[in-house]
């Protein structure tokens, strides 16, 4: 099995930065496509940012404000959160497709979850 953990919420002023981690653990893996969503309350949980080999891609609404990025030595996943808004309040997901083994289809994995509120 293979365990997911964000770190790096909190509370921030608009306009403020934050910096979150994915960390994956386990054994015998090997990270496919990742990517960062979140869910705001009463909402459905939406896409933020995704990360494959060498491409990104973003929401919209966080395009030129958050940037994706992977350490695949430490199996760790970031996104970096500028200029942030209060709409931005959500809980962070992160989300990976992971090999396991010799096994040639990944499977999803996600993590618990990690709070972000913007307010001032």
């Known amino acids: 099995q293979v365990q997911l953990v964000e770190s790096g919420g909190g509370l921030v002023q608009p306009g403020g930065s934050l910096r979150l981690s994915c960390a994956a653990s386990g054994r015998a893996f090997r990270l496919g496509a990742m990517g960062w969503y979140r869910q705001a309350p009463g909402k459905e949980r939406e896409p933020v940012a995704g990360i494959t080999g060498g491409s990104t891609n973003y929401a919209d609404s966080v395009k030129g404000r958050f940037t994706i990025s992977r350490d695949n030595a430490k199996n760790t996943m970031y996104l970096q959160m500028n200029r942030l808004k209060p709409e931005d309040t959500a809980v962070y997901f992160c989300?990976?497709?992971?090999?396991?083994?010799?096994?040639?289809?990944?499977?999803?994995?996600w993590g618990q979850g990690t709070q972000v509120t913007v307010s001032s």
């Open positions: 989300n990976a497709y992971v090999y396991l083994d010799d096994n040639i289809i990944p499977k999803s994995y």
